[in-house]
C-alpha cells in the first residue's frame, strides 16, 4: 500500500457539504482507504485575470494500492459526480480533487504531475496538508510539508526570478510586481560573496551568483520580485519562492517552474504564486 495526500477543494455552491460528500465518496472507492481528514480552510481564490470567489481547502492522507493514473481516474469520477466542469483553468468549480503526493514517486506526464508542481509554496495547500501529514516528504524538494510551511512563515517576501536571459528575467519580475502593487528589484553587483541565510528581514541578498545583493527597504505593503540572472544555478536554501524558466533548476524548497516563451500566462503564474503564498490577512 502507498499513502497518498490528496487536496480538497471548493467555490461553489454548498462547499462544506460538497468537500464531505467527496470525502464520503473517497471512503467507498475500492483500494483506497482514507486515514485523515483535515478541517475546512476558508481562503481567498488566486490566479486567473478576474476576481476569484472564496474557496474551502482541505486535504486528506489514504493508503492505496491503486496505481497514481487509477487513483487519478478514480478522483476524477467523485468529482464528475458532484458536479464539478472543466471549461477553464482558474474558473469557479464545485469540486476540485488534486493528488498532491503518490508515496515517494516522481511523474512528470501530460495527464499527471506528482508531486504536485505548485503545492510547495501555496498556504491553501500547506496548511490542510500539515494537518494531516506534516511529516510527509516533498521528493522533489526533499523537505517536509511542515518544513516547506515553515519556509514561507520566516523567510522574507521576495522571489528570485531565473531564466535564459537577462530580459526575459526582468520583463517577467516587472510585470508581476506592477500587478500585485510591489516592485521589481534589479540586482546590484558587488565585490564579495554573500551569504543569504545570515541577513534580516528587508535586507537581501541573492547567492544565485557569486557578488549579486540587493537592498530592500523595510516597508512589509510591498512585495519586492528580485531578478536574478544565471546560466546554471546551484541550490539555494534561502530563496522563499524560485521561479525557473529555464526547466533545469531542481532548488530545495519552494520552486515554481515555468515554460519559457509563454509570457502572459507566465506573468499570471507569477502572480498567482506570490498570492498563494501570503499568509491571509
Do not use: K
Request: glycine share 6%; with cysteine; aromatic share 4%.
Amino acid at each position: 500500500m502507498i499513502r497518498a495526500l490528496v487536496a480538497l477543494g471548493s467555490s461553489l455552491g454548498d462547499r462544506s457539504a460538497t468537500l464531505d460528500a467527496a470525502v464520503a465518496a473517497c471512503e467507498e472507492v475500492p483500494g483506497l482507504r482514507v486515514l485523515a481528514c483535515s478541517r475546512w480552510w476558508a481562503t481567498r481564490g488566486v490566479g486567473g485575470t478576474a476576481p476569484q470567489s472564496e474557496f474551502l481547502n482541505g486535504a486528506l492522507v489514504a493508503e492505496t494500492s491503486l496505481t497514481p493514473h487509477e487513483l487519478l481516474g478514480r478522483l476524477q469520477v467523485v468529482e464528475q459526480r458532484l458536479g464539478r466542469t472543466r471549461d477553464r483553468r482558474w474558473a469557479p468549480r464545485t469540486l476540485d480533487l488534486d493528488l498532491l503526493l503518490y508515496g515517494d514517486v516522481v511523474i512528470e506526464t501530460p495527464r499527471l504531475e506528482v508531486p504536485h508542481p505548485r503545492m510547495s509554496f501555496r498556504r491553501f495547500v500547506l496548511d490542510p496538508a500539515c494537518e494531516v501529514a506534516a511529516e510527509m516528504l516533498h521528493p522533489v524538494c526533499r523537505q517536509s510539508l511542515d518544513e516547506l510551511r515553515a519556509a514561507l512563515d520566516r523567510r522574507p517576501r521576495w522571489a528570485a526570478v531565473i531564466g535564459p536571459t537577462r530580459t526575459e528575467c526582468e520583463e517577467l519580475a516587472e510585470r508581476a510586481a506592477a500587478a500585485i502593487g510591489g516592485r521589481h528589484v534589479a540586482v546590484a553587483e558587488v565585490g564579495s560573496w554573500s551569504d543569504a541565510s545570515g541577513v534580516d528581514r528587508w535586507s537581501l541578498c541573492s547567492d544565485w551568483r557569486p557578488g549579486a545583493s540587493a537592498d530592500l527597504p523595510a516597508d512589509e505593503r510591498c512585495w519586492p520580485v528580485l531578478c536574478a540572472f544565471v546560466a546554471d544555478a546551484p541550490a539555494a536554501n534561502a530563496v522563499p519562492l524560485v521561479v525557473d524558466q529555464a526547466g533545469v533548476l531542481r532548488a530545495p524548497g519552494p520552486l515554481l517552474r515555468l515554460a519559457p516563451g509563454e509570457r502572459e500566462q507566465a506573468v499570471i503564474e507569477l502572480v498567482a504564486a506570490l498570492q498563494a503564498a501570503v499568509p491571509e490577512s
